[in-house]
């Protein structure tokens, strides 16, 4: 388990970086820090169980004991955290999604993750294609069309206009 969760918080680590534009706070990557952790003090705590099981320590197991029900209670507070606090981190993201969009320009280092963004999650703006309607990009273009990377990847000739939805 500990090296699952090792390898959970790499990952998260390594995939903030295509995404770092997004989450202007840094503290966004502490989840991954925590699961990285976690998985050292769940090796720990594995390495004291065994050898407690090894030598019989009643003592042992009842420290076993006593760790494991910690954790049971600090996930149980987690998710609760996670589930009260869930609507206040969709806000913040979206917000500042919306304000990477507002960036947009085709050219700067945010246009190029947002591009990233959108060929990867299969998806066009914030909540759907109509948010590029809002924004400086679409309306300083005047062709009434979205980025092409909006587009999905079975059309073809796909040119971004709002008169053909189905190729977005």
């Known amino acids: 388990a500990a090296a699952g969760l090792s390898y959970v918080g790499a990952y998260v680590i390594n995939t903030y970086k295509s995404y770092d534009n997004f989450l202007q706070d840094k503290y966004a990557v502490l989840p991954a820090v925590i699961i990285i ?31 494991i029900l910690v954790i049971f209670i600090a996930e149980v507070s987690a998710f609760v955290l996670g589930f009260v606090y869930r609507e206040k981190v969709k806000t913040d993201v979206q917000g500042t999604m919306r304000s990477v969009f507002e960036k947009y320009d085709g050219k700067n280092p945010e246009s190029t993750v947002v591009d990233y963004l959108q060929e990867q ?32 990847r079975d059309t073809k000739n796909c ?10």
């Open 37 to 67: 952790c976690v998985a050292v003090v769940m090796f720990i705590i594995g390495l004291i169980g065994c050898c407690a099981t090894f030598r019989e320590s009643r003592v042992g197991l009842g420290l076993f004991l006593a760790i």
């Open 121 to 152: 999650l299969h998806c066009c703006g914030v909540k759907n294609y109509s948010d590029w309607t809002t924004t400086q990009w679409f309306n300083s273009t005047g062709n009434n069309s979205v980025p092409l990377s909006c587009c999905r």
């Open 159 to 168: 040119t971004g206009r709002l008169d053909q939805p189905q190729e977005l």
